[in-house]
């Protein structure tokens, strides 16, 4: 039973298309968040949402729109996809009250290509 | 500012040589680190927090607030401990700022 899980895996599109990734958790979390992770495998975090709420968006243009419709779910929709946007996006979640056993559970990824 | 620098992107060992996978960290709080590893194709997991002083497969890692570093280490290298491995610093409340990675090959 996959505790961060991910649609889809893999997706290829084309410049200026319109697309949205899926992220879910069954741990119980009351945090996700959405990181990319580039050619160079540098990771950076995009947004994060602690209870439907965003609580960190960082520089991120503002194509990318992150929606949660509930604690357990945190979409990215892209407008106007660019050559640019093309890395592994993750999703993961934390239960930020939890000091002992902080940390993120991440999803698989999904591999973006933009042709 | 960079807040978490591994300073080796890549790093060659032999199989039961021993490993040191360097991460230094500037941060004004006091720190909370972690050491992420992805192996080839999987996803992102957690090897070890530095709160937990814990051994995980082998690992450990010692926070060092005098040289801002918290290293991984390994006394004998093992072939499956080929990954990529990510040492992450926790900002705030909740999020976490990670390292440029560093890809380890354990040669047999």
């Known amino acids: 039973d996959t505790a961060v899980s991910q649609t889809p895996k893999y997706l290829v599109t084309q410049m200026g298309n319109d697309k949205s990734i899926k992220c879910e958790q069954n741990?119980?979390?009351?945090?996700m968040y959405w990181y990319k992770q580039d050619s160079k495998k540098f990771l950076k975090i995009m947004f994060s949402?602690?209870?439907?709420?965003?609580?960190i968006n960082e520089t991120v243009p503002n194509r990318f729109s992150p929606k949660s419709p509930d604690k357990a779910h945190l979409n990215l929709h892209i407008n106007s996809l660019e050559l640019g946007d093309s890395a592994v996006y993750f999703c993961?979640?934390?239960?930020?009250?939890?000091?002992?056993?902080?940390?993120?559970?991440f999803g698989s990824g999904t591999r973006l290509t933009v042709v | 500012a960079q807040r978490v620098t591994q300073p080796e992107k890549l790093l060659s060992v032999f199989k039961g040589a021993p490993v040191e996978l360097k991460c230094n960290y500037s941060?004004?709080?006091?720190?909370?680190l972690f050491w992420y590893v992805q192996y080839s194709r999987q996803r992102l997991q957690l090897l070890l927090r530095?709160?937990s002083r814990e051994s995980i497969k082998g690992f450990t890692a010692d926070l060092n607030k005098g040289e801002t570093s918290f290293h991984l280490k390994k006394p004998f290298a093992q072939e499956e401990d080929s990954a990529m491995y990510y040492c992450?610093?926790?900002?705030?409340?909740?999020?976490?700022?990670f390292g440029q990675g560093t890809r380890l090959t354990i040669n047999p």
């Open positions: 993961a979640s934390s239960q930020a009250w939890d000091r002992t056993n902080y940390g993120y559970t």
């Open positions: 741990l119980g979390h009351d945090t």
């Open positions: 949402y602690n209870n439907k709420e965003l609580i």
């Open positions: 941060y004004s709080g006091s720190p909370e």
């Open positions: 530095h709160i």
């Open positions: 992450a610093l926790k900002e705030g409340a909740q999020k976490l700022v």
